[in-house]
């Protein structure tokens, strides 16, 4: 007589064995928000401490990207994740190549020179694999939604680094109540500073999961921010990109969003008809007010970008390579550094990861509609900010360009069709 078989284990102890989940790291969507921490938080303020110690900026950031990359391999190593990379990844990496013609055009005068911009090339490919690839490789195998991760670690950054700065700014006489716009030295930029403060407002616009305290909690911290660094793009950009994802989500879900945007449309004009005349006695409101009505409210944009497209014109095809200026209009800074061939090859990448996150945006699965609407609002934002601010997502210290490219890199890894972490 046979012995009966035994059945396998279904207990809960044993669940893992049975789904083939035994390698799998428990803990995958903490180890790859550590890597995120220390890009978004640890970037700003590392910036700040080397301002103010005396230490070359340059170097602190070279020492991060270095750590990071460190880290990200090692994530690579333990994690194992299977998801596979494509042609938009690979285009990601060799995105550098629009500023190497530019930089033989202009034959660097010597050593010294070309050592530092292949340095500078060595770096942002580092950087663009970490972002675009490691990290959102690792980010598949969590069973956490990956872009939750990513919406509360820029939440969660913003918002810590738009309160610091705020402190301090309070702590040396700079408030709302102010109307003098205050830019300490050895500090960031308040431009930089009013847009931590503006994705702080966005992230926190997007989260489905804050609670109504918590929501407005970090609100008011990015709108304080913007406000006491008057950053008058930062403020316009945010105010036109969350107006466009309403619309957006208006007009794909009517049934659904059409009641709430009627009862938040309704309760923002009482709010704004009885809160105006008292936002407009504030003395930073009044203070952009004034810059805005000034002989000249682009503080002399305008006279820097004639100059940079004068000097373009003696290398219009191929510009003169990366690191040849920087302005405050993104279509002067890619036409003086690479052209007009490499503006519209970064365009074309830009408008296929933007389209891509329409794509996602468009998923009935609520994870993936929230990485879409991510990869939009940062998208717009880059818009809306290019005719001020010359931001590319080439840009290494930039926390939205880094977002955008951590983002955009796992888009590609996923299926929008998916229902893989739907209910996380």
Known sequence: MSKPQAQPNTSPRFAPYIRGELGQYKNVGLLTAIALVIVFFGMPLAFIAALNLGID??????????????YALWLESKIRPKAKIGAPHIAA????????????VSSPANVLQIFLLISFIFILIARMAIMFIFIPRCLTESRTSPAMIIVRTLLYSSAFVSAFNSVYFASIGFTIFNSIRGAPQNWLHPNLISLLGSL??????????????????????GVYTMLM?????????????LILIFMLELVHEPK?????????????????SLATPLILNIPAVQNIQKRNEAADPLAGRENYVAAALDAWRESQI????????????????????????????YLAFFFMCAIRGYTLFKSRNPQTKLLGKTIIILAMSFVIRSFTEGTTILQLTDLPANAFCLAVGLSFLIDPKSDKWANS
């Open 57 to 70: 900026e340059n170097n602190v950031f070279v020492g991060i990207w270095a750590i990071t990359l460190i």
């Open 256 to 272: 659904k969003y059409a009641p709430k945007v009627a009862l938040w449309g309704t309760l923002l004009a009482i709010v704004l």
């Open 200 to 221: 702080c407002v966005m992230m926190t616009v997007i989260d489905p999961k804050l609670k109504m305290p918590s929501r407005l909690f970090f609100g008011s911290i």
């Open 318 to 345: 191929f510009g003169f390579g990366f690191r040849s200026g920087t302005l405050d209009n993104f279509y002067a800074v890619m036409l003086l550094q690479t052209g007009i061939v490499g503006l519209m090859i």
């Open 93 to 104: 990496l060799l995105l550098f190549l629009i500023g190497v013609p530019g930089i033989i």
């Open 229 to 241: 660094a008057q950053g008058r793009t930062a403020i316009f950009s945010t105010i036109i990109v």
